[in-house]
């Protein structure tokens, strides 16, 4: 059996950078009929770790986040969407394991780490964000899924969820199963860069295009995007290395982009070779990234907009997708009860 979980905080709107970083790839998973089963889970639970007095901003983009999944391709008859605070037993199963893992493990991820220090928390930790690996650690055992499309950022939760899994079925009996993260496969899609050339787009550094951007608002934010800071001339010899156009390039465009927008070239090596030796303005190569993104954000943002003309039956299927999931996590937890000897009333 090759079952996928996978999931995302509903923050904030999907952006580019989610969209090349895992959205195309759990899509084109989706479409292979390889896969016995797919879950995608709106993580609003582990959203509300760092978000408690902010309940609004979690809530109102659960629906967001479903349309975005959907305008990309994501295809509930395929892969079960669902909402992570509506499987209880996701936390009953998040309790057993806490006691599978040492406070000196927790802190020792680097992920989360990470997050304290970029949230500021310094010693005020929501203890619910600190363990929230654990509670990752449910989310993916629940389902026994082996497959887990993530970014590179959620391998320490991957490397947790293996550990809880060993502890358990060494201590107790064989019942969980351990996964497997799934990198996207190259290093442009790992993590693009924002509009600005910062390391990643981020809602808070306003660096982002949204895949619910207007046309309008694409070209906009394509024209602010920075570039090769010491190109100033169109005739001096450009970087397209370290250049957030060129990143976007790279993680865009196709061949026959060219012949479709710029037939000047016949591939992006040309492009590159004569902004290299100058002569190639920035201004030509944003018009250029302006087309292909508008190419390809046009069918999304067209199919959100059907889409979100009825939210009460995107919420139908979150409803269905959760009670399906919740079935699956019921025997999950069944099984864990059982093995641990705490099914007292099991005749
Ligand atoms: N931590 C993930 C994120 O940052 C969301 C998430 C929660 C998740 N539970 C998961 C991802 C289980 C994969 C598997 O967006």
Do not use: W
Not at 3 to 31: A, F, W
Not at 67 to 81: E, F, H, Q
Not at 140 to 169: C, H, W, Y
Not at 282 to 295: R, S
Request: contains cysteine; neutral net charge.
């Amino acid at each position: 059996m090759d079952i996928i979980l996978t999931g995302d905080r509903p923050t904030g709107r999907l952006h580019l950078g989610h969209y090349v970083g895992s959205l195309k790839r759990r899509v084109e998973m989706q479409n292979s009929g390889k896969y016995d089963k797919i879950y995608i889970m709106i993580a609003d639970a582990q959203a509300l770790t760092d978000n408690a007095d902010n309940i609004d901003k979690v809530r109102n983009n659960i629906a967001e986040v479903a349309l975005d999944y959907m305008s990309c391709g994501i295809d509930p008859k395929k892969a079960t969407i669902f909402i992570q605070s509506q499987i209880p037993e996701l936390f009953e199963l998040t309790a057993y394991y806490m006691n599978l893992v040492t406070v000196s493990r927790v802190q020792r991820n680097p992920t989360v780490k990470n997050e304290i220090q970029m949230r500021g928390f310094k010693q005020s930790i929501p203890v619910g964000f600190f363990t929230y690996p654990i509670s990752q650690a449910a989310d993916i055992t629940a389902f026994k899924a082996n497959i887990v499309p993530v970014g590179e950022d959620q391998l320490p939760m991957l490397e947790q969820t293996r550990e809880i899994v060993r502890s358990f079925n060494t201590i107790y009996k064989e019942v969980l199963v351990e996964p497997q993260a799934v990198l996207p496969d190259n290093a442009v899609c790992s993590r693009l860069p924002g509009l600005d050339g910062a390391a990643k787009m981020s809602k808070s550094l306003g660096n982002c295009i949204y895949l619910a951007d207007s046309a309008n608002d694409i070209k906009k934010k394509v024209q602010s995007m920075f570039t090769d800071q010491t190109h100033l001339h169109i005739e001096d010899h450009g970087h397209t290395e370290n250049n957030p156009v060129f990143i976007y390039l790279d993680a865009f465009c196709k061949d026959e982009h060219f012949a479709a927008f710029l037939p000047t070239y016949a591939n992006l090596d040309e492009m590159k070779a004569h902004y290299r030796r100058g002569g190639l303005g920035d201004g030509t190569v944003k018009k250029f990234l302006n087309e292909i993104l508008q190419n390809e954000l046009k069918p999304i943002r067209e199919r959100r907009e059907m889409l979100a003309q009825d939210v009460g039956e995107v919420f139908n299927i979150l409803r269905q997708g959760s009670l399906a999931s919740k079935a699956v996590a019921e025997q999950t937890l069944a099984e864990v009860k059982s093995a641990m000897g705490i099914n007292y009333f099991k005749k």
